[in-house]
């Protein structure tokens, strides 16, 4: 029961004694911080609880690196079921809910898909009283700040703390420390309270944050050794301070391991002594109360250092603790990309972490005679052996200290099972299963898009369909229905002019509501194809200028992505991008008719705004390289046509909403794996009109890279390749032509507006297959063994 005048109250009295204002003197963010912790105060109680009830019984544990948590204002008010009584609450003191939500900064500890879904997944689990705790670390800077200087792309430090942490509770008695052969280190934990829908269940998300045994040499300071008094310090920091940091340097590689083992080291021996509290040392106890979920490869080092603690400090024997690391064990693969199967280099294992490296050999050999004792043989066992050629295989270690393995899409599956990991699909076949990946609808329709949760309400007669995504299949009624369409339109339209506000606000530059908003929105990277987009932005621009007359619908074509800091070629993709948007946008013949914009900082809260307001949604990777994706499910929700390859979790998207409601093109999976071995792109280039006219824009001063040569390098890629990999590896060109024909299709097929929003409704009513509650219903049933524990109200 919501008190709005205790709740301003609070809000009054937490500004008083936290920043020593009344509300006519506080910052926005000062109010902020005052109303998050009013709403905290409110949630305490059942958090204490959930986790009392909990520890009941068998619960899992999401470990996870990333957690692109987003803000937490505007979701967890959603949650309560209190935004709009909050909202009234606030105009009483004159204060702006939508100021608040701005001001809040995105916590993003997270790259891209992974980490959101790992965000998404914590939201279902508390909305469906499943006992899940999440583990990772507490970054102090997200993955970077980005924005462009002369097209291209500036990283900058992401403090998402510089506003406070309302949302978090330090938990020093919990803190544990974590020992690497150079130095041992604290590991404190913070905990966020993940607030289910419609339930009394608060669940928890645990990140930790380094700190040195020794925060301050006094006696070095007092030599005047500045720098030395606190060195320990800013090491130990170093190791929370940025989520991926650069690797290209062994210091980076260290860096990079020492994050690894230092957040699933600490996690695991939280568990652990919480374990030994209540159970004493029957370690047999472990996995009927414990599932661990490994999130991709990143944790993966947590399968020896669990057998270091069970053999060093449990005195357990061999045999006994790898059958209880295996019992507890489940691991995610994310990647068909060989490149993302991560492989550490042994001799920098076996320096920073000399006993957790004589574990994994000693794991090694017991899985080669394994293999041998089953009548496999050399070539065979080379293939599969976890440590080669001075490699540490991490996801061969995932596979063989686990007792379950998924994939994240039909199609990823069976790539795995039949193709990348078939001989461990051999070896262990019942190890294998399928989870396709999930979106929570209470961020990504009820809080992103309240006109269209609202209208859902209406026709439906209650709320019930945000906890049971599937029901929007009722709304198959309205199909045909021209009032229930156009108000759908009508809602459509709306979101789009708050999108273009949004974008003239933040970017400077004016788009077309009335024109398509076509959208691709993802990490930058060559299998996802953006630069096959560009080309068809170049080569429809070109035909403009040919023929000025010709009849086009306009266009708005919007990009959101960040490239890794080392990865210049998706730095040159960006560049590119933007040299494209330059000429353009400044080209007064044609920039009525097509507009580009490259987003700057995609993260999720812009993501909020994009994907209600799109009418395209690009899905364009390579057919056979994208696991799943979750932002074809985000536009899909959001009522968005999908643009894209039969790919990932596209093949599941038209398989629920009909292929004739999307735009399919491209080679299937089954003709680039004949066509590869002897493809040849320059006979694409040279025969498909336009093509080489784009390409060559990249070497012929069309466009300027700054001297870099950047340009030139990705035109090489293209039709020369490299010594690691073929010439257009990602099958550029052989699509180019479906895609530019797929464009037409979509235009076509705009212009007809009734059976555009009929398209648009079929993909809506259809997403409750690509909601995170089913997801992780299935995990908690068929990996975990968890059950539902529901907090009394």
């Given at each position: ?11 009054k ?62 979701n ?16 009483d ?82 803190e ?20 289910g829908?419609?339930?009394?269940n ?12 020794k ?16 060195k ?146 050399n ?16 996801a ?108 003239m ?90 507009k ?12 909020e705004?994009?994907?209600?307001g799109?009418?395209?949604?690009e ?25 894209g ?25 089954e ?123």
């Open positions: 029961m919501f008190d709005r005048e205790a709740f301003k109250e609070n809000v009295r937490i500004l008083k004694i936290d920043f020593a204002k009344t509300l006519d003197k506080a910052e926005i963010y000062e109010k902020y911080n005052a109303v998050s912790k009013a709403l905290m105060e409110g949630i305490i109680d059942d958090f204490n609880k959930t986790e009392e009830e909990y520890s009941k019984e068998k619960q899992a544990y999401y470990f996870s690196a990333e957690f692109l948590m987003g803000r937490a204002l505007g967890n008010l959603i949650n309560l079921g209190a935004y709009d009584k909050v909202k009234e609450a606030l105009e003191l004159n204060i702006d809910i939508n100021h608040l939500e701005e001001i809040e900064e995105d916590a993003g500890l997270g790259n891209g898909g992974l980490g959101r879904l790992a965000a998404c997944f914590l939201d279902s689990c508390a909305t469906m009283n499943l006992p899940v705790t999440g583990y990772g670390i507490r970054y102090s800077h997200g993955i970077f700040k980005q924005r462009f200087e002369n097209g291209f792309q500036v990283e900058e430090g992401d403090n998402w703390l510089k506003y406070g942490d309302p949302w978090s509770i330090e938990c020093r008695k919990d544990v420390v974590v020992e690497f052969s150079d130095g041992k280190v604290k590991a404190v934990p913070y905990d966020t309270p993940i607030i829908y419609g339930t009394k608060v669940n928890k998300l645990r990140l930790w944050k380094c700190e040195p045994i925060e301050f040499d006094f006696e070095s300071f007092n030599s005047q050794e500045y720098d030395e008094a606190t320990e310090k800013n090491r130990a920091e170093d190791i929370s301070r940025v989520l991926y940091p650069n690797d290209s340097k062994k210091e980076g590689k260290i860096l990079r391991l020492k994050q690894q083992y230092f957040f699933v080291s600490a996690s695991l021996q939280d568990l652990v002594r919480k374990f030994k509290n209540r159970f004493g040392g029957d370690f047999e106890l472990f996995p009927q109360y414990h599932g661990i979920q490994l999130n991709d490869t990143h944790p993966v080092v947590a399968i020896p250092e669990f057998m270091r603690i069970l053999v060093d400090e449990e005195n357990i024997q061999w045999e006994k603790a790898f059958e209880i690391t295996t019992e507890t064990f489940a691991y995610t693969n994310h990647t068909i990309l060989s490149e993302a199967l991560e492989q550490w280099d042994s001799k920098l294992y076996e320096e920073i972490l000399p006993r957790v490296y004589e574990i994994i050999k000693k794991i090694d050999e017991k899985f080669h005679r394994e293999l041998v004792a089953k009548g496999y043989g070539e065979e066992i080379e293939k599969m052996r976890i440590i080669w050629d001075d490699k540490i295989r991490m061969w270690l995932a596979i063989h200290g686990t007792h379950t393995i998924n994939g994240v899409a039909q199609l990823h599956t069976g790539i795995l099972k039949n193709q990348e990991l078939k001989e461990w699909y051999k070896l262990y076949p019942n190890r294998f299963q399928n989870k396709t990946n999930g979106i929570t609808p209470r961020r990504w329709l009820a809080l992103c898009n309240r006109e269209l949760a609202d209208f859902i309400t209406e026709l439906m007669g209650s709320y019930q369909w945000i906890t049971n995504l599937s029901m929007l299949k009722d709304l198959e009624k309205y199909s045909d229905d021209e009032n229930v369409l156009m108000r759908f339109l009508d809602i459509k339209h709306g979101k789009k002019k708050e999108l273009a506000q949004y974008i606000l933040n970017e400077g530059i004016n788009i077309n509501p009335d024109s398509i908003f076509d959208i691709q929105i993802k990490r930058l990277h060559e299998y996802k194809r953006q630069l096959l987009n560009a080309f068809h932005i170049l080569d429809l621009y070109y035909r403009i200028k040919e023929n000025p007359d010709m009849d086009l619908f306009p266009r708005t074509f919007i990009f959101g992505a960040k490239a890794a800091p080392g990865y210049v070629r998706a730095k040159a993709i960006i560049k590119y991008i933007n040299e494209i948007a330059e000429l353009i946008n400044n080209d007064g013949e044609v920039n009525d008719k097509i580009v914009v490259f987003v700057q900082n995609y993260r999720v809260s812009y993501g705004k994009l994907f209600p799109a009418d395209i949604s899905q364009i990777s390579t057919a056979g390289k994208e696991a799943s994706g979750t932002g074809n499910m985000k536009f899909m929700l959001n009522g968005t046509p999908t643009l390859t039969y790919d990932g979790a596209n093949v599941e998207i038209v398989g629920e909403a009909g292929e004739e409601n999307n735009f399919i093109f491209g080679a299937r999976v003709e680039i794996n004949k066509i590869k071995d002897s493809y040849d792109p320059k006979e694409f280039y040279e025969k498909v009109p336009g093509l080489k006219r784009v390409v060559d824009t990249l070497i012929d001063g069309t466009f300027d890279d700054g001297g870099t040569g950047m340009f030139e390098e990705l035109y090489d890629s293209l039709l020369k390749g490299t010594d690691w990999h073929e010439p257009d590896n990602y099958f550029l060109f052989r699509d180019f032509d479906d895609y530019r024909e797929a464009h037409k299709k979509v235009e076509r097929a705009y212009r007809d507006r009734l059976s555009w929003a009929r398209k648009c409704w079929i993909n809506m009513i259809n997403a409750g297959k690509f909601s995170s509650d089913r997801t992780i219903s299935e995990y908690g049933k068929e990996i975990w063994k968890i059950k539902e524990k529901r907090v009394e109200k």
